[in-house]
């Protein structure tokens, strides 16, 4: 994937045509994307860390479509949010913390069947 590709889907999902990537950010995409390393990234609130992982895991289903990206944060505040963003570059997303509700685990009970049901090995 070359970084003008992703740059692309950078707009597309920022709705913006004039956005670029931040510094490091292009560089971390490409370590996972191109070069399938595991990456780790801390960076100060703010920076853009869930483009890196969203557009990530975009970009890798489109050459493995059974790819599972998992994204580990502290900030039960922020991951409600960081859903939405994914699902709207469709990501297919879920948050596991201690507070989901009763609804929601029915919520996902019920996609991980209609997923499975549609052929998918993977819930997600």
Not at 31 to 37: D, G, K, L, Y
Not at 82 to 99: H, K, L, M
């Amino acid at each position: 994937m070359s970084r003008e590709r992703a740059r692309e889907w950078l707009r597309e999902a920022i709705g913006d045509h004039e956005v670029d990537f931040r510094s490091g950010q292009w560089e971390a995409i490409d370590a996972t994307v191109n070069r399938r390393q595991r990456l780790l990234v801390v960076e100060r609130t703010g920076w853009g860390k869930s483009i890196v992982y969203f557009l990530s895991a975009r970009l890798l289903r489109q050459d493995r479509p059974d790819a599972l990206t998992i994204v580990v944060s502290p900030l039960i505040s922020l991951m409600r949010n960081q859903i939405e963003q994914a699902e709207r570059i469709q990501v297919n997303a879920v948050t596991i913390n201690a507070s989901n509700t009763d609804d929601w685990q029915q919520h996902f009970e019920v996609h991980t069947f209609w997923t499975r049901k549609a052929g998918s090995k993977k819930p997600l």
